[in-house]
């Protein structure tokens, strides 16, 4: 199996650079056929909502939706922290259809005997 990747992603749209870069990171990794999961916390969190991750984050710079959408398509996943939509209001939300909400167990059970390759954003 290749090499896994998993981006640590704690911020949400109030700073789109670092949502944009941490897109472009894991489009990247699956490009190159690594397994790859985006573990959004904090406000990244709202992310996973439908038509949540929209955007431009700075001049010449690809649409967030774009990316997105590539990362979605490519077999990205998101793995959304219950204490944080907890902490938000947002339990019990409907998230895009590549997310599902899951804390620190099934994020261990993700990497299993692995060692991934880690970005935190």
Known sequence: MADKTLINLATGLEDAERVLVALLVAGAALDAGRPTVMFLTKDAVRLA???????VACEGCPPIERLF???????????????CL????????????????????????????????????
């Open 49 to 55: 909502l439908p038509g949540h991750a929209a955007g």
């Open 86 to 121: 907890n902490a938000r209001g947002l339990e019990g939300a409907d998230l895009v259809t590549n997310a599902r909400v899951a804390g620190a167990t099934p994020l261990w059970e993700w990497i299993g005997q692995d060692t991934p390759t880690v970005f935190s954003y």
């Open 69 to 83: 959408q590539q990362y979605s398509e490519n077999g990205g996943e998101f793995l959304v922290c219950p204490i």
